[in-house]
């Protein structure tokens, strides 16, 4: 899934990633709060979910996000 995420993040930011869990989305990936909501909009869409509004709030790092896309496959 990590692999699938770094997919993602690539494609979302045109950069070379090498993610790690414990990255923070605004810190370590210089993602602002628009950036982060179009990036989970973009992961519903390749993973074929839904991100609630409340789990949103909850994920600071990648591990998070990773959490919940493991959760739900």
């Given at each position: 899934m990590l692999e699938q995420l770094q997919a993602l993040l690539r494609e979302f930011t045109g950069n070379e990633i090498v993610?790690?869990?414990d990255m923070l989305?605004?810190?370590d990936l210089g993602?602002?709060?628009y950036?982060?909501?179009a990036l989970?909009?973009?992961a519903e869409e390749?993973?074929?979910?839904t991100i609630s509004d409340r789990a949103a709030m909850g994920m600071v790092t990648v591990?998070?996000?990773?959490n919940y896309?493991?959760?739900l496959k």
């Open positions: 993610l790690r869990a989305f605004s810190t993602l602002d709060s950036d982060f909501i989970l909009g973009h390749r993973f074929d979910i591990g998070d996000l990773l896309l493991e959760q």
